[in-house]
């Protein structure tokens, strides 16, 4: 058991946070960087969490593990491959994500209906293959901020997934 910092806790099993384990976070988790993968619905409906430090070793976030959250900011490690469908789905605070430069693949709707918070994702590496509507909820001017390098995107200006590329870095 894992105690979040304004209270509450999540469970792990081995390598892995388990599912449904932390509806009670308040506060901020910091999952550890033994465990390699987040099941699904692991925080889901935890209203009061509004922050996630995700370890260094996390490689999968299944399926709706942050969905119904209060996180405002979200940072994806270099060693996240997978992200599951809905996984910050209905989380009407994320204004920002950064993703590393491992992420592979997005799963439909990952970070969608955030209630038009969501403003920009920098990606630090390639565009993954992504499922229907990663970024949904209706909001205009949402950024996909990537490095000149990057590939998978289209052109500076373009639509990719409902984001506007800026290349800039």
Do not use: H, Q
Not at 37 to 60: C, E, H, K, N, R
Not at 77 to 93: A, D, I, K, Q
Not at 103 to 116: E, K, Q
Not at 128 to 143: H, I, L, M, R, S
């Amino acid at each position: 058991t894992v105690s979040c910092s304004g209270g509450g806790s999540f469970t792990y099993t081995g390598t892995t946070v388990d599912g449904n384990s932390g509806l009670t976070c308040v506060g901020t988790a910091v999952i550890p960087n033994t465990i390699l993968l987040i099941d699904t619905y692991a925080f889901a409906g935890a209203t009061g969490l509004t922050a996630v430090t995700i370890g260094t070793s996390v490689t999968v976030i299944n399926d709706y593990a942050f969905n119904n959250t209060r996180l405002s900011t979200v940072a994806i490690p270099n060693n996240v491959r997978t992200l599951g469908n809905g996984v910050f789905e209905t989380s009407p605070l994320l204004a920002t994500v950064t993703i590393g430069t491992g992420l592979t693949g997005m799963g439909s709707y990952t970070f969608g209906n955030t209630s038009g918070a969501l403003t920009s994702v920098t990606f630090e590496g390639n565009a993954p293959a992504v499922g229907a509507e990663p970024f949904y909820d209706g909001a205009a001017n949402k950024k996909a901020i990537i490095k000149f390098t990057a590939t998978g995107f289209g052109a500076n200006g373009s639509n990719w997934n409902g984001l506007t590329v800026s290349m800039n870095r």
